[in-house]
């Protein structure tokens, strides 16, 4: 008899729909924790639900359900059992007992596909200290559960023997990620601030996990960045000059996908790189419009731009991968809007324009007379980057320039004598 080899890992997913729960939310978390799952390198083999009108504090579900759980899985031979939820310490041991498999969580999942994704130092940085914050109260017991297979999903990053290590260790640990992580963080605030400075226009991509964002940075800017049909193909942020149409340069910057009930710790450690959001001048909020469930994506975006105190930042919905609409669809919605497709050349030129109609927008247009012996003025403007048009007029021996500028800019105290239409609180002196 032929025996059957296994080639990755299985699991059985289980779910708790509770009566004061959304059911479609809970609906479209359970699917998510499937595509988590099959991110991971995990074959599904059965999913489990059970409805109640609260989740057992020490088993999750019915304690006759657990037991039915344990014979499947004794059954089908897998070797995880992942719950959609975030297990307590207790439930963790409870269930460690009756499960002859790993159990984990959709937060030890979620960590475990951060884990294997990240690149960038400060990324890594941030996984590991999430990891440790989710592993500290749950050390005891611990043991058992990571000798028994070694290896496989949600036993990926600090690893065994760092875990049976004493708390010390691992609040000593925590406290040098931390330090690490406060010394990146300080440097990539420099960076910003020279932007800033430096008036260069900002704009970030955000949206759901798998929404297209770095589909879109690659085919606007050439950055070649990871672009999977998966979860979580970008984690660390990308950024890259974008030139407009008119010649006009900005930045774009990518940012890791949101997701529906992502973990706190994940939230906490990546909160330095979402920040980052706060700092665009125009977010571009990437939607996959072919979803059955993009309102609900949107609004869970929409909520954690809340959280980070960015939605004040003006916004332009980005519906993406048109490809895939049926003739005719319907996408609603009452802000600044455009329908594309990341994939379509005509609809990149359409998405260009659309940007750079906003960013000039938001620049004044100032017509200055510059006397001929000021050249350095010129030189400014044009070592600046900014946009102008001149014209010498002979007879003044000086230079008619049109230029587009922020009046946030630095350089507008310099031009600004120069203005045709001087604002009264200009002075000559400069």
Known sequence: MNEFIKTKETAILVGCYLDNRDAERTRLSMEELHELAETAGVEVLDVVTQNRDRIDAAWYLGTGKIEEIAEKARELDVDVIIFNDELSPSQTRNLDK??????????????DIFAGRAQSREGKIQVELAQYNYLLPRLAGQGKQLSRLGGGIGTRGPGESKLESDRRHIRRRISELKQQLDDTVRTRQLHRERRKKNNVFQIALVGYTNAGKSTILNQLTQA???????????LDPTTRQLVLPSGLEVLLTDTVGFIQDLPTSLVAAFRSTLEGVKEADLILHVVDSHHPDFRVHMEVVDKILRELKADDIPQLVVFNKADLLTEGAYLPHAGESILISAIRKEDQQRLLARIEQFVLSSYNEMKLRVPVE???ILSLLHREGVEMEQQFNEEEASYLVTVRVNRDNPIYGKIAPFLLDKPETVEESW
């Open 98 to 111: 009756v499960f002859d498999c790993k159990v984990i969580d959709r937060t030890q999942l979620i960590l």
């Open 224 to 234: 070649n960045t990871l672009q999977e049909d998966k979860l979580f193909a970008t």
């Open 374 to 376: 000021r050249g350095d």
